[in-house]
């Protein structure tokens, strides 16, 4: 503890830049043949017995369980940051004006009366609301019920819940990662500009494909 180095045969260092998600640090820990008293390890919910057996603790439902919830906030946080994109983008749309086109005007034209442009931005704007939407049925109609029926030792709901989360995290996670890179490019170069906001939005929703459940295996 004087020096704060790690102890011979253990090695303990930062995983390196990632391409978002940088309010997190993930690291990584290695032992070589190194021992460590058993009550130093980190066993929340598991044990190692004195003869080398391995214990578990809690109810492995239960685990799962927190599994389930963390997909269901990947869904509150798909919504929320398409929502987020949508403001910007939506902002920058009935601002930026492109070409003088309507007969009779030398006004330019806003982004917004542009069909194209409203066909990238409404499924968006939508899409945000219906996940958000969706989420909170989740969580008020099933969630809410499953926790009190687990205080007593009832898992029914989880099957549902599992398949529920399991697939919306997924359609969730790419529906936010391609609308937001959608809504990006529909700021033009102001979209490429860290200082928008969305870039880094994308950035953040980048690892949900990836977390909680590869989105291949999830759908
Ligand atoms: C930003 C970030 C934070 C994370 N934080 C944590 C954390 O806090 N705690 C934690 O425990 N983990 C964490 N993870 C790890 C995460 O759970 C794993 O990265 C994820 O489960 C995928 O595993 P992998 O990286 O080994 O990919 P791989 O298993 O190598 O998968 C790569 C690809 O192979 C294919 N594939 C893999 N398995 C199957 C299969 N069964 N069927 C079909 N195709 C398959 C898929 O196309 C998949 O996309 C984090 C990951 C990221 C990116």
Not at 18 to 28: E, L, T
Not at 154 to 181: I, P, Q, R
Not at 191 to 208: C, H, K, N
Request: overall charge positive; proline content about 2%.
């Amino acid at each position: 503890m004087e020096s704060h180095r790690a102890m011979p045969g253990i090695e303990v260092g930062d995983l390196g830049e990632k391409i978002g998600y940088s309010s997190v640090d993930n690291g990584f820990l290695s032992f070589e043949h190194y021992r460590i008293p058993r009550k130093a390890l980190l066993a929340r919910f598991m044990s190692i017995t004195k003869t080398g057996d391995f214990k578990m603790k809690a109810n492995p439902k239960i685990i799962y369980q927190i599994m389930v919830q963390t997909r269901l906030m990947i869904m509150f946080g798909a919504a929320l940051n398409l929502s987020r994109a949508s403001v910007v983008a939506t902002r920058y749309a009935v601002c930026r004006r492109q070409f003088a086109n309507v007969k009779g005007s030398t006004e330019e034209r806003k982004l917004i009366d542009y069909q194209t442009h409203m066909d990238i931005l409404a499924p968006n704007i939508a899409a945000g609301l219906c996940l958000n939407m969706a989420a909170r049925e989740i969580n008020e109609k099933i969630v809410k019920k499953s926790n009190k029926m687990i205080m007593e030792d009832d898992y029914k709901l989880l099957d549902v819940l599992h398949h529920f989360t399991s697939g919306l995290k997924a359609l969730g996670g790419e529906m936010a990662y391609n609308g937001l890179d959608e809504m990006r490019q529909a700021c033009g170069g102001a979209g490429f500009l860290t200082a928008s906001g969305i870039a880094s939005l994308w950035e953040d929703v980048a690892p949900y494909a990836t977390y909680e459940g590869v989105n291949v295996v999830m759908f």
